[in-house]
Structures are given as C-alpha cells and as structure tokens.
C-alpha cells in the first residue's frame, strides 16, 4: 500500500481518499490539542479572574509558578481588602454594629481635615441599613422664621485634639480614637433661609441622639452635611457586602490562605485573622516561623522596614495593594501572609490551580511536540497530494485531467468551502454558548472541535485541489466568473462597435499620423508644418462628413422605428465605412418591406378565404334552416323525430353564428370596417344592455349586479360596435359562469396622470369549469373556457370583442384569478358626472 501511494507517475483515487482523510485527521487532532492545552490549562477564579499556564513554569514545582504566584497575589488583593473592611466593622475581631463612625472624617479620609470641622457620627449599623433602605428627600418651601426654627441656633463643631498625620496617622484614624473629640457650639451669622429647600428626611440619629438639623444653623452647612452622610452610608453598604463575602471565602476552613495582620494606635493593638488558633493568643508563638511553616509567605512591617518572602510577589507588589486602603493601615502594622501548600485541602483557587497545573504541565512540552508532529505530517501530505493531483488514475483506467467539480466556478467551489467553514464556526460557538457540557469540559470541547475541524478542511480541501488542477490543467480562468463577466462585456463591446478591423482602422492609423508629423516638422520646418496644417484641415472635414454620415443613418433608422418600411439611404454619399453601414440598413428596410408585403397578402388571402367559405356556408345552411322551421309547424306526434329536429335546429344556428363571427373577425382584421365614432353616455349604454339581457341571465340562474361610480360617463364609441363587445361579454357569462352565483359589473372613472381620465366597465363572474389556461390566450381565435368544448360558441367571441374595442382607441383586458374571471373594456372619457349637474366636470 505504501509503494502504490507513494509511486512517482500516478496515484489511485482510493489513495489519494485515505491520504485526504489521514491528512483531515491530522488537522483535527492539532486542533484538538491547541484547545485542549490552552483552553484547558487555563480556568477562573472565584472572583471571575482568568488563570493561565505560562510556558516558564515547565520543570518548576506548583508552589514555585507563575500560576501559583499570581493566585497569591489575587488573594492577598482580597484578603488586604478584607481587613481593611474589619476595621471599620469589627471590634477585637467581631462584627461590632455600634462602631462609631465619623461621616466628615470618613469622607476625607484620603485627605487632610481641618482641626475643626461638621460632622455627624452614626453607628455603622445604621448607616448601611439607611443606605439599603433607600434616602428619602423633601422639597419643603420655608418662610424665614419657619426656617430659623427648624434649623439649630448654633453649629456644632467638631475638635480633633490629635490630628496628627504621622507614623501613617489621618483625620479619619485620629477620629476614632476614644476621648480624642471635642464639640463646640459656635454661633454663626444670620442668614435668611426662606425658598424652597430639599430636606433629608432622618431615618436614624447620631450617637449623640441629635437629627441633621439640630447640628448645623443655616442650609449650605446642612446640604454639605446631608452629603456626606448619603456618600458615607452607600460607601459603607458597599463595603459591607463585600465583607459578608470575603469573610465566608476567607474564612479558615474555605481557602488555603492564611493571613495575620496588626495594627497598633496609641498603645493599642487589634488582630484581624483567619487562623482560628491564633485568635486567642501568640504567646511563645514566633509568628514568623508558623507562617513559613505553611510554605509559601510574606511577612511585612513597615514600621521596621522589614520585607520577608519566600515567593515571586516583591514589596513594591504589595505595597501598592495596601496603598488603595491606607486610611485604614498606619505605620504601626505588622502583616503575615501564608499559603498552605502541602495540605491544600480546601476547595479554592489554590486547590484548582494545582490540579490544572498537575493536570497539563509534566505533559506540556510533550503536547507541543505532538501538535508539532502532526502539522508537519499535515504539510507533508499536503504537498504530496498537491504534487499528484491531475494525475489521478481512476477506475476506468484514465488518468488526470479535471473533476466534475472542477466545471463549477471557482468562485462559487470557494464561496461553498468558505460557508461551509463558516457554518463549523457558528456551530461551534453555539455549542459553547449554550451547552455547559462543553464549555465546563475541556476533553468535550476539544473533541468537538476537533471534528469540526475535519469537516471544514474537508470542505476547504475541496477547493484547493480543485483549484491546483484547474491550473494544472490551464483552465482555471476558462472555469471563472470573472471570464464570463469578461466574455459577457466583450460581446457587448462587439455589439457597440464595428469589430472587424477596428484597431486597424482607429489606432494604426492614429500612431502613423503622430509619426509623419512629427517626421515632416523635424526634417522640413517650416514646409513641414504647412504640409501637417493642411493634412489636419483635410482630416478634420473628412470627420466631419463622417460625423454627418451618421446623422443620416440614425435619422434613417428613427424613421424606421416609426413604422416607414420604404426608408432608404443614397450610399454614394457616405464615406468610409459608414457605406457597409448605410447598405445593411438598405437591406434591413428592403426585408421589413417585403415581410410587411408579405404578411398583408397571408392576412388579405385568409380573409377572402374566409369571407369567401363562409358565403358558401351561409347560402345551403339558409336553405337548411327554413326547412328545419317548416318541419317545426307541422303537427308531429313522434317524439324521437321532434328530438331530431330540434336538434337540428340548435346544430343549424350555433353554425349560423359561427359563419357570421368568422365573417365579422375576418372584417375586423383585415380592417375591413367602418366605424361611426359618436358620443354617448357609457352608464346609460350600459343600463340598456344589461336589461336587454336580463332574462338570459335569469334563465342561466345568474344575478347580475351592477354599480356605476358616475352616473352620467360619456366616451367616444360606435354604438352599434360597442354593443356587440358588451353583448359578447354578456353571452361569455351565460355560458361560462357557474349557475347560482352573482355577476358583479362596474363603471367607474379612473384619475391617470397628465390630466386624464378613463372610464372602465368591468365584468366579474365564478367560472364553472376549471381556468387551467393564460387570459391572453382567451382572447385569441377560437379559444374557449371550456377544454370539452361542450358549450355553444365558436371561440371568437372575446376575440372579436377585443378587436372592436382597439378599433375604436379603446382597452379590452382579461384577468384570470384561480376560478375568477373579470374582463375590463375601457375608454378614455372627457366628461362624467355624478348625477349633480352643478358638478359635472368637462375636460
């Protein structure tokens, strides 16, 4: 097998199918790999954070990685973040809701305050529940006594005796130390407060059971004040939430991490930890060695300037982490940070990432040689196919040549191969979008793409190869849209132009005229420029005949497109090659002529025929019918015989008439008419008509109804043929229309553009028979509704219809709508009214 694959001059298409697929599978398996390493080796955090493998970590132990080192530093983000909160909510390691917090000094708490300064100081407790409960504010319109009385007589200031910012010290700090404020009521000038102001409405008060208003004595003092109460509690409701979650995710027995963090201010220390058996003392402890004892750790005093680690997180890393919360951390801090690496029991981002890390890294580089081997395989086998296509043996002993693939467009085997890919890429991210099954596994993703993979290539194999052969076989712009664009404007160009001899008649002569003139300038001067004046002067006139040849020409072709067909063009004086021109439109008018000949002698012959059988019909078949009459007054009792006769008499009429059409169509084609074109009034010709019909319809089971838009309509018309096109109308109903049903009639007057109008009768009825026919071919000679031909009529009726209704400047249209037929006869009308003759309208 691999002799016959491999052979030099030709391969078997069973092999070239096994190469292709080996080749597709090859693809699929690096693709498989790339997703299953790097989608696979990577996972979230708990907080949503993104974790990768890095290459550097090969050959390094999980305590000792990037990975490891970066899951530290998102944790210790959280866990700093996490103290900073018990600060402010716990007292000696317990959620404290009496803590006392100062509204003014927390607000600042990023900057310098003032000594003095207003403020409000709440418990913690009530400042969040009054942020999850909402503020509510009132606009209340004060008159100047009501808001003097409402608000204090004097302000409260509030005295920080220490406020000072060193060894990491701020207002905010200084502000809760115990007996460290003093409170003093100052009276400030008066000021009218009388307006409309908005009033927070107390829901809780401070420590020193005061509301807003009873601190503050005038509106600027308490709008400041409201603010920082609302700013502080929303603050505070934020930070609570993330405490709530940071305690339980940090908490001994969740997470892997170990932290001990003290802070010391005036003399007095506090520990936030998670090490349940240090919370109730170190003493004998060296709390430096239990943390190195758990592996990895940090352990940072910045009053001593002391940084000691074990890990890849440097002091300036931490630092900034502490700087977003330093209002919480003075100088005076000692932290000890620690991850449990041998025991990991705890489900956490640590746990994860060292299963993962586990999981991917001692097969890592492996997993690249893989991916490697067999994209080289892939490129390989690639080449070789691409080698032997076109030299394919099939199984009827040929060999190369193109597909049948290979005849479709090659734009549209590239359009198919790219939507086929397209579609393997929706679907995929489809799968991982709405499937947790494959985007929480890694091993189903993979696969999954993986064998996506292998149809699009298949698709996209088709193309290339069908592409390689084509130039192989020099026929890939022969099998292109663009060549039958191409072809398609240059037979357009063939039609414009004159294309025999173009260049030579155009550009050759252009160059040889730029080279003699330039010639004779050069080697005659002035005689030179003489000669080439006057041979421009002779060129410019003869361009000038040539232009006024082609004048004639199009005047000669307009006329023939106005219907003379004995247009001809006097050839001795045209020029060039507008003679070929001028005789092929001679011939072209001599054909017209002798066609248009032709066709009124066929259409004169037929109509003597016609006329002429018909007057030979017509003389035997009187004679027939006044004998059928005398037989109907005798008195004959046999009913088989009054049967023939009867029957006789209906053959002998129905043949009548159809003489008498065929006459009158013949006339009528042949233009063998005279019209009487009068005025009369359409509605009321209309009215006459149908009431002369009336008893046909009742005897055919029809109702008819008719509506007129305008009752007074008036066109130009031969009565005598206008009664015919209705009567003929009317008679197509009785005969075609199915029995019990109406026949709805219309009149109406319809506005068309420029100015004018055109009345249109319309005929509607339910047709008994099935229309499985076009409505133009109704109104050909002798066609008829009914495919039995089972019915009376000739077949000629809506035919001549048609014809009188042209003959007199008028439209007759047929409408087929499944078993609805409606005929319109319409002519164009100057004046209609509506019965009002103040109203009626001349046009």
């Not at 403020?119 to 209340?140: H, R």
């Not at 100052?186 to 829901?203: C, N, Q």
């Not at 640590?350 to 999981?359: I, Q, S, T, Y």
């Not at 075609?736 to 026949?743: E, I, N, Q």
């Amino acid at each position: 097998m691999t002799e016959k694959i491999f052979r030099y001059k030709t391969m078997s298409r069973i092999s070239r199918f096994i190469l292709r697929i080996f080749m597709h599978i090859c693809l699929a398996i690096v693709v498989a790999l790339i997703f299953y390493i790097y989608k696979g080796s990577s996972f979230k955090g708990s907080d949503g954070h993104v974790y990768n493998l890095q290459n550097e970590d090969s050959g390094v132990s999980y305590a000792d990685s990037r990975l490891f080192n970066d899951i530290f530093k998102n944790n210790l983000r959280e866990a700093v973040e996490l103290s900073a909160y018990q600060t402010l909510f716990e007292t000696d390691g317990v959620y404290d809701g009496n803590k006392s917090i100062d509204v003014t000094a927390f607000i600042n708490r990023n900057s310098v305050l003032q000594s003095d300064y207003i403020t409000a100081v709440y418990p913690v407790s009530n400042l969040i529940k009054w942020s999850q409960n909402g503020f509510e504010y009132e606009d209340v319109n004060f008159t100047t006594t009501e808001s003097k009385n409402y608000l204090a007589d004097t302000t409260v200031y509030t005295h920080l005796m220490k406020n000072n910012v060193e060894g990491g010290m701020n207002a905010f700090l200084n502000s809760q130390l115990e007996s460290n404020t003093v409170r003093t009521n100052v009276k400030e000038a008066d000021k009218d407060g009388a307006g409309f102001h908005t009033v927070l409405v107390p829901r809780y008060k401070t420590i020193n059971d005061e509301s807003i208003e009873d601190i503050v004595s005038d509106w600027d003092e308490y709008n400041e004040l409201c603010g920082n109460i609302t700013e502080t509690a929303s603050t505070m409701a934020a930070c609570y939430d993330r405490y709530v979650e940071y305690v339980d995710k940090y908490s001994f027995y969740k997470t892997n991490l170990r932290y001990y963090i003290t802070r010391t201010i005036n003399a007095r220390t506090e520990v936030f930890t998670n090490v349940e058996s240090l919370k109730s003392g170190t003493n004998g402890l060296n709390l430096k060695d239990v943390f190195k004892s758990y592996g990895r750790y940090i352990y940072y005093c910045p009053y001593d300037i002391e940084y000691s680690t074990n890990t890849q997180i440097d002091e300036d890393t931490l630092r900034q982490l502490l700087g977003n919360f330093q209002y919480t951390y003075p100088d005076q801090m000692k932290f000890y940070f620690a991850v449990d690496v041998n025991k990991t029991a705890n489900i956490d981002d640590f746990r994860v990432g060292k299963e993962a890390f586990n999981r991917y890294m001692p097969y890592y580089r492996q997993l690249h040689m893989i991916i490697a081997f067999f994209a080289m395989v892939y490129v390989v086998v690639f080449a070789h196919l691409a080698i032997y296509e076109g030299r394919i043996e099939y199984a009827d002993g040929t060999v190369g040549g193109i597909e049948r693939v290979d005849l479709i467009p090659i734009e549209l085997v590239i359009l198919f191969s790219a939507a086929v890919f397209g579609i393997m890429f929706g679907l995929f991210q489809f799968a991982i979008n709405n499937y947790a099954s494959i985007n929480g596994n890694t091993l189903n993703m993979s696969v999954l793409a993986g064998g996506l993979t292998f149809i699009a290539d298949n698709a996209l194999g088709y193309a290339v190869y069908s592409a390689i052969r084509r130039v192989k076989a020099n026929c890939l712009y022969k099998t292109s849209f663009l060549k039958m664009i191409l072809d398609f404007i240059q037979k357009i160009f063939d039609k414009m132009t004159l294309k025999q001899n173009l260049f030579v008649r155009t550009v050759v002569p252009y160059l040889l005229s730029a080279v003699l003139h330039l010639y004779l300038i050069i080697r005659w001067n002035f005689v030179g420029i003489v000669i080439v004046v006057v041979t421009d002067i002779a060129i410019a006139i003869y361009i000038i005949n040539l232009n006024r040849d082609k004048f004639t020409i199009l005047d000669a072709l307009q006329r023939i497109g106005k219907g003379e067909i004995d247009v001809k063009i006097d050839v001795s004086k045209l020029h060039g090659a507008n003679i070929y021109f001028g005789e092929e439109l001679n011939n072209i008018s001599s054909s017209v002529e002798e066609a248009v000949n032709r066709s009124m002698r066929d259409e004169k012959l037929k109509a003597d025929l016609i006329t002429n059988v018909s007057h030979d019909i017509k003389t035997p078949l009187t004679s027939i019918i006044n004998y059928v009459d005398l037989l109907k007054r005798e008195n004959i009792d046999d009913p088989k015989i009054c049967e023939y006769i009867r029957i006789l008499d209906n053959k002998s009429q129905r043949l009548r008439q159809l003489t008498e059409d065929l006459v009158e169509a013949s006339k009528i084609s042949s233009g063998n008419i005279t019209l009487n074109i009068v005025e009369l009034n359409y509605a009321e010709f209309v009215n006459q008509v149908l009431g002369e019909f009336y008893e046909k319809f009742d005897s055919f089971d029809l109702v008819p109804i008719l509506k007129c838009d305008k009752y007074d309509v008036y066109i130009h018309a031969d009565p005598r043929q206008l009664y015919r096109v209705i009567e003929n109308l009317f008679n197509n109903v009785c005969k075609y229309a199915l029995p019990s049903t109406r026949v709805y009639m219309d009149l109406v007057v319809l506005d068309m553009d420029n100015d004018v109008h055109k009345a249109v009768f319309s005929v509607k009825n339910i047709s008994k028979n099935e229309l499985n026919i076009k409505a133009e071919e109704l109104t050909e000679r002798f066609i008829r509704g009914d495919i039995s031909r089972s019915t009376e009529g000739s077949g000629l009726g809506l035919s001549i219809a048609k014809s009188l209704t042209t003959a007199m400047g008028g439209e007759f249209e047929i409408i087929l709508d499944g078993d609805l037929f409606k005929a319109n006869v319409t002519f164009e009308t100057g004046k209609f009214s509506n019965g009002n003759p103040a109203s009626e309208k001349q046009e």
